[in-house]
């Protein structure tokens, strides 16, 4: 007699499953998919190329699916479309500037060879960085119960307790010898702006300098003015530096940052500038975290040692969270909507102009607010543009290439 055993019997699992084939048959089509014409694309071996099509291929008496890739000078590479994994989308193709290489060319290696001695040379100012950070003593901040509830009674909505549990997490950061490097996740309009408010006013009445570094004019001249009307009354100076605010006042307001009269600046990149030093920095804050790089990030770390930082984000970076997470920093959820606030309605459809224009003449006209109608390709804003001029013609409308 025979008895068959398969292999879970023996070991405990199955080495292989159909699921997992089709998993991956899955994956393979919607990579191919992903590919548009003369879109440029990244070959590990051979650099910057441009997809032009997939063409059939007699190879040994049969048929093969064959990408077909454009190089410089022409040249062209037919690589086998089982080997797609081989190449990786490039980031823009809107660029028209971008140069092909050339096959067989060592310039792409040295390139290759020079980005990886790069990051080794981030990774290692990184690391001085963080260890100069973690022998440092923190400035100390203290606080008047009493002036600080005075001030906390002028936030005219109720807290959430997500919010008032991060505005805890910050004091205890505060109370701290070492500096605090803490990430505040939190949707939009869920209440990060408070949390930082308060974090300023306590570093101000410390005697201490902040410093806000946000990505766009437009949310710098948004978080100037809020924090201004907030913090004046009680003796706190607040200064903005940004393509907004003329050179004349950039000039004082760099030298009040230096003499320490200019409790917190907000600004954009501008504030990256070798020409800003400060007295005694003592909080840097960071908003909307995902779109500034580190390296800018980091510099204020290595400018400003002592310094508590705090990130806010909706989405942090895979980087940010995974430190977070980790451990290695400090993390604060404000999960929980403010009073009466509605959740975000999110829809996935086609292209639909009827359901489009009444969204938009809903928001509008209904409920008196504007409207953001964001594109991920450039190419697609004239199309959109003539869109809206003929079926809204009344409405105002502001196009931005890129960022506000």
Same mark, same amino acid.
């Given at each position: 007699?025979?008895?068959?055993?398969?292999?879970?019997? +023996?070991?405990?699992?199955?080495?292989?499953?159909? @699921?997992?084939?089709?998993?991956?048959?899955?994956?393979?089509?919607?990579?191919?998919?992903?590919?548009?014409?003369?879109?440029?694309?990244?070959?590990?071996?051979? %650099?910057?190329?441009?997809?032009?099509?997939?063409?059939? =291929?007699?190879?040994?008496?049969?048929?093969?699916?064959? +990408?077909?890739?454009?190089?410089?000078?022409?040249?062209? =590479?037919?690589?086998?479309?089982?080997?797609?994994?081989?190449?990786?989308?490039?980031?823009?193709?809107?660029?028209?500037?971008?140069?092909?290489?050339? =096959?067989?060319?060592?310039?792409?290696?040295?390139?290759?060879?020079?980005?990886?001695?790069?990051?080794?040379?981030?990774?290692?100012?990184?690391? %001085?960085? #963080?260890?100069?950070?973690?022998?440092?003593?923190?400035?100390?901040?203290?606080?008047?119960?009493?002036?600080?509830?005075?001030? &906390?009674?002028?936030?005219?909505?109720?807290? $959430?307790?997500?919010?008032?549990?991060?505005?805890?997490?910050?004091?205890?950061?505060? &109370?701290?010898?070492?500096?605090?490097?803490?990430?505040?996740?939190?949707?939009?309009?869920?209440?990060? $702006?408070?949390?930082?408010?308060?974090?300023?006013?306590?570093? #101000?009445?410390?005697?201490?300098?902040?410093?806000?570094?946000?990505?766009?004019?437009?949310?710098?001249?948004?978080?100037?003015?809020?924090?201004?009307?907030?913090?004046?009354?009680?003796?706190?100076?607040?200064?903005?530096? /940004?393509?907004?605010?003329?050179?004349?006042?950039?000039? @004082?307001? +760099?030298? &009040?940052?230096?003499?320490?009269?200019?409790?917190?600046? +907000?600004?954009?990149?501008?504030? =990256? &500038?070798?020409?800003?030093?400060?007295?005694?920095?003592?909080?840097?804050?960071?908003?909307?975290? @995902?779109?500034? %790089?580190?390296?800018?990030?980091?510099?204020?770390? /290595?400018?400003?040692?002592?310094?508590?930082?705090?990130?806010?984000?909706?989405?942090?970076?895979?980087?940010?969270?995974?430190?977070?997470?980790?451990?290695?920093?400090?993390?604060?959820?404000?999960?929980?909507?403010?009073?009466?606030?509605?959740?975000?309605?999110?829809?996935?459809?086609?292209?639909?102009?009827?359901?489009?224009?009444?969204?938009?003449?809903?928001?509008?006209?209904?409920?008196?607010?504007?409207?953001?109608?964001?594109?991920?390709?450039?190419?697609?804003?004239?199309?959109?543009?003539?869109?809206?001029?003929?079926?809204?013609?009344?409405?105002?409308?502001?196009?931005?290439?890129?960022?506000?």
């Amino acid at each position: 007699n025979y008895i068959f055993l398969n292999e879970k019997s +023996i070991f405990g699992y199955n080495f292989s499953t159909q @699921q997992s084939i089709d998993k991956n048959k899955e994956i393979f089509f919607e990579e191919i998919n992903k590919l548009t014409k003369n879109s440029i694309l990244v070959h590990s071996e051979y %650099g910057l190329c441009r997809f032009l099509n997939i063409k059939k =291929l007699e190879i040994n008496s049969s048929l093969h699916d064959c +990408i077909e890739l454009e190089f410089a000078d022409n040249q062209r =590479l037919f690589l086998p479309i089982e080997n797609l994994n081989l190449i990786t989308k490039y980031g823009n193709d809107d660029d028209k500037n971008i140069n092909l290489d050339k =096959l067989g060319s060592y310039h792409w290696q040295r390139r290759k060879a020079e980005a990886k001695n790069k990051i080794k040379d981030a990774a290692k100012k990184l690391m %001085g960085i #963080a260890a100069k950070r973690l022998n440092s003593h923190a400035y100390t901040i203290n606080f008047d119960p009493a002036e600080y509830e005075k001030f &906390s009674s002028t936030f005219p909505f109720l807290e $959430t307790d997500d919010q008032l549990k991060a505005i805890e997490d910050i004091k205890a950061d505060f &109370s701290k010898s070492i500096p605090a490097d803490r990430l505040i996740v939190g949707d939009v309009a869920f209440g990060k $702006t408070e949390v930082i408010i308060r974090a300023v006013f306590l570093a #101000a009445k410390s005697k201490i300098q902040s410093l806000i570094l946000v990505p766009t004019t437009l949310l710098s001249r948004q978080h100037f003015i809020n924090f201004s009307k907030r913090l004046s009354s009680f003796g706190i100076i607040v200064n903005e530096i /940004s393509r907004l605010v003329s050179n004349e006042i950039k000039s @004082q307001v +760099i030298s &009040s940052l230096k003499n320490g009269s200019t409790d917190i600046v +907000i600004g954009t990149h501008a504030l =990256l &500038s070798d020409k800003i030093h400060f007295k005694n920095l003592g909080l840097i804050i960071y908003d909307e975290e @995902q779109k500034l %790089g580190t390296q800018q990030k980091e510099k204020f770390k /290595s400018l400003a040692p002592r310094a508590h930082v705090i990130s806010l984000s909706a989405t942090p970076i895979p980087r940010t969270l995974s430190l977070s997470l980790s451990g290695i920093r400090d993390l604060s959820l404000i999960l929980t909507a403010p009073y009466e606030r509605l959740s975000v309605r999110t829809f996935i459809t086609p292209f639909d102009e009827i359901t489009i224009i009444e969204a938009i003449k809903r928001e509008i006209y209904g409920r008196k607010n504007s409207v953001f109608f964001v594109t991920p390709r450039k190419k697609d804003i004239p199309f959109l543009e003539r869109f809206l001029k003929e079926k809204l013609p009344e409405i105002k409308y502001v196009t931005a290439h890129g960022q506000l």
